[in-house]
């Protein structure tokens, strides 16, 4: 079975930063790309982050830009996200999430497959 568990949310003040992981089983990690999508209540789940297989691609949601950065190690088949300054508007619940294909880059949400259940990071004022 595919299992992708996030950890490292919690609650922080504004300009704190935060680190959060996801644990990758079931997969080639190797040969996936990774994505980090989130939810604020009441809003739709929005693209964050990408990070190819290989770490030789990034790209980022304008909104996290310059603060987030997304980086990948292949041999403990995790991948993290980097999130600093932190602000009230980055509250929301974060999701790690695979591709259904092998070597895919891609930020359609509608093109990944495996998905974690997602680590609430709460900032506030």
């Known amino acids: 079975q595919v299992q992708l568990v996030e950890s490292g949310g919690g609650l922080v003040q504004a300009g704190d930063s935060l680190r959060l992981s996801c644990a990758v089983s079931?997969?080639?990690?190797?040969?996936?790309?990774m994505g980090w999508f989130r939810q604020a209540p009441g809003k739709e789940r929005e693209f964050v982050a990408l990070i190819n297989w290989s770490s030789g691609g990034t790209a980022y949601a304008d909104s996290v830009k310059d603060r987030f950065t997304v980086s990948r190690d292949n041999a403990k088949a995790t991948v993290y996200l980097q999130m600093n300054s932190l602000q009230p508007e980055d509250t929301a619940v974060y999701y790690c999430a695979a591709p259904g294909t092998q070597l895919y880059y891609t930020d359609r949400q509608d093109r990944y497959t495996y998905w974690g259940q997602g680590t609430q990071v709460t900032v506030s004022s």
């Open positions: 079931g997969l080639t990690f190797s040969k996936y790309a």
